[in-house]
């Protein structure tokens, strides 16, 4: 019996309509009200996908940053774990913010402990978190706020922060709004509305149907039309992957593979990406380059999480380094997850 070879994804250049919606990533804002698995789920019915995912939770009141992984590039949720969030928090302090509350602030930057609030997800055991900056933006004495830039590890508490950081002014405080403006390597630079994402997958359909007048919604009222974009073009007799990404869709969701951009990078040989999708680990003689941003293959240290690639810049596997990656022979990347 011949084994049947494995099936790449096309390049992300070339990747036709299904190929981004089966493999891609929106960095999406996400509203107030919803919680993160609500919206996840929105956009798994709207692009009509069986799989998405959001990287980092977000609470029903926070706004912001929620990158939206479609189909296989769930896959990619590792990658987050670690990555560095990004805020913008209001302040509410109890009483009237003393003239050296940035100095205070300060004293938070660096490794706190932190015990989750009663209302999380996971066991409320002390912990030990980083915050890298804690900014004071702007304070409005008759308000009794302070608005916080703050740059910390995954997993922090924001409202905690708030609650202590209200207790060392001496004051006492608690947090109000607060907006997630970056989690690595998103940012809100480019992120994408409901509203975006939905018109992006309306035009799409209409300039898809635009030969075919009768096509489904054109009897409905707009007002209520639901759509679902890969299920109305498969119910069109349309094959999905045989239609080019439109300038509509290119606007609001994205190749997988810039999830990936902020992990050094290793091109192997399109041989072994087909080993690699059968489960094999990554040779040395598959290596082809590694991340350029690195001088020298063997300063990337062993357990670095990295991302292969195919010449072409098709994602393969996440990885662990795993032995010199410009050694002559034996195996150099660990598998974490295969991409393909």
């Known amino acids: 019996m011949t084994k049947t070879s494995p099936r790449l994804h096309q390049s992300p250049d070339n990747r036709s309509l299904a190929g981004v919606c089966n493999f891609g990533v929106i960095n999406l804002d996400k509203p107030v009200g919803p919680s993160a698995h609500q919206v996840s789920a929105w956009v798994r019915d709207l692009i009509g996908v069986e799989r998405a995912a959001h990287a980092g939770t977000l609470d029903p009141k926070v706004t912001g940053c929620l990158p939206i992984l479609l189909g296989e590039a769930t896959r990619l949720a590792p990658v987050f774990l670690k990555g560095i969030k990004e805020y913008l928090a209001v302040l509410e302090l109890h009483g009237p913010p003393p003239s050296n509350l940035s100095v205070i602030a300060e004293t938070f930057e660096g490794v706190i402990y932190q015990k989750p609030p009663r209302k999380s997800a996971v066991s409320r ?94 009897t409905q009222d707009d007002s209520t039309a639901t759509y679902s974009l890969l299920q109305d073009i498969a119910v069109a007799d349309i094959d999905p992957n045989s239609i080019s990404l439109t300038d509509y869709l290119q606007d609001v969701i994205s190749p997988a593979e810039r999830a990936l951009r902020h992990l050094p990078t290793v091109t192997i040989a399109p041989s072994a990406a087909a080993e690699v999708a059968m489960g094999a680990p990554v040779y040395a003689p598959g290596v082809i380059q590694f991340d350029p941003a690195e001088e020298a293959a063997h300063e990337i240290p062993d357990g670095t999480l990295i991302s292969c690639h195919t010449p072409d810049e098709t994602a393969v596997c996440l990885g662990r380094v795993n032995g010199p990656l410009d050694a002559q022979s034996g195996e150099v990347i660990s598998l974490e997850r295969v991409l393909i």
């Open 125 to 218: 055991r002390l912990r030990t978190r980083t915050i890298e900056t804690l900014d004071v933006v702007e304070v409005d004495s008759i308000a009794r706020q302070a608005l916080l830039r703050i740059r910390c590890e995954s997993g922090t508490y924001i409202r905690k922060l708030c609650h202590d950081l209200g207790l060392a002014v001496g004051t006492g405080g608690h947090m109000g709004d607060l907006r997630r403006t970056g989690t690595t390597p998103f940012s809100d630079i480019n992120l994408v509305s409901t509203a975006d994402l939905t018109d992006a997958v309306v035009f799409t359909l209409e300039e898809i149907f635009e030969s075919d007048k009768e096509q489904r919604h054109t």
